[in-house]
């Protein structure tokens, strides 16, 4: 059964620095990687979609990679501003054709002004 | 259009009452999905519907009976619920089981369960 880690469980940073969130995952068999925001209380916003075949994707301040071999992704954030304070889910889509995705706990941002 | 839409936004239900959680998407997508998150808690697949038909069922209880009457088009059937029932209900759509793109959610529905 696919597990999905988040390390840190929480962050808080001044604004203006560049952070990096973790996300490891037990079965390298998956079809994509997605990162997602969510701010308190709704739902969730779709930031970034990594591909299997894909090594990165960029948006904005945003650049998403993935090792699929080993079981990890990173998300960079680029000069964080308190607007980004949300919590960032990182989910998988494993296996087969019929699968939702698996999420992992959450790492909760703060950007402290 | 990348927009799914749910309602109500926010529901509160007796035990014994019957009520119905909506989701809608106009992209054309073929599989819809329903995921409930506790607080603080990440989303949990509960059902996946591919071409309105149910695919996965993650041995949710039969009080949730879900229903795709078309292609746009995800309800969530409520019955006999628990208090431990109270959750965000998260619906999203994506373009097809077989086509691994990404997943586009709602904003949810705020279920209390008094």
């Known amino acids: 059964k696919q597990e999905v880690t988040q390390i840190p469980a929480a962050l808080s940073v001044p604004e203006g620095e560049n952070l990096v969130l973790n996300c490891s995952f037990t079965?390298?068999?998956?079809?994509?990687l997605q990162w997602f925001r969510q701010d308190p209380g709704k739902g969730l916003t779709s930031l970034l979609l990594?591909?299997?075949?894909?090594r990165e994707q960029t948006s904005g301040r945003l650049n998403a990679s993935l090792d699929k071999s080993s079981g990890r992704s990173t998300l960079y954030i680029a000069a964080s501003q308190p607007g980004d304070s949300a919590t960032y889910l990182c989910?998988?889509?494993?296996?087969?054709?019929?699968?939702?995705?698996?999420f992992g706990k959450g790492t909760h941002l703060i950007i402290q002004p | 259009d990348t927009e799914v839409t749910q309602t109500p936004k926010h529901l509160v239900m007796g035990m014994t009452n019957k009520k119905s959680l909506k989701c809608e998407q106009h992209m054309g997508h073929r599989a819809m999905y329903w995921y409930k998150q506790k607080a603080k808690k990440p989303p949990e697949l509960m059902f996946v519907?591919?071409?309105?038909?149910?695919?996965i069922n993650e041995s949710v209880p039969s009080r949730f009976s879900p229903e795709c009457p078309n292609s746009s088009l995800l309800n969530l059937h409520l019955h006999a619920l628990q208090p431990e029932d109270s959750a965000l209900y998260l619906c999203a759509s994506s373009r097809g089981l077989a086509d691994p793109r990404e997943q586009y959610f709602g904003p949810g529905t705020r279920l209390t369960v008094t």
């Open positions: 519907y591919s071409y309105e038909k149910l695919s």
């Open positions: 990594i591909q299997s075949s894909q």
């Open positions: 989910a998988v889509r494993s296996g087969g054709g019929a699968d939702g995705l698996t």
């Open positions: 079965d390298s068999a998956i079809y994509n």
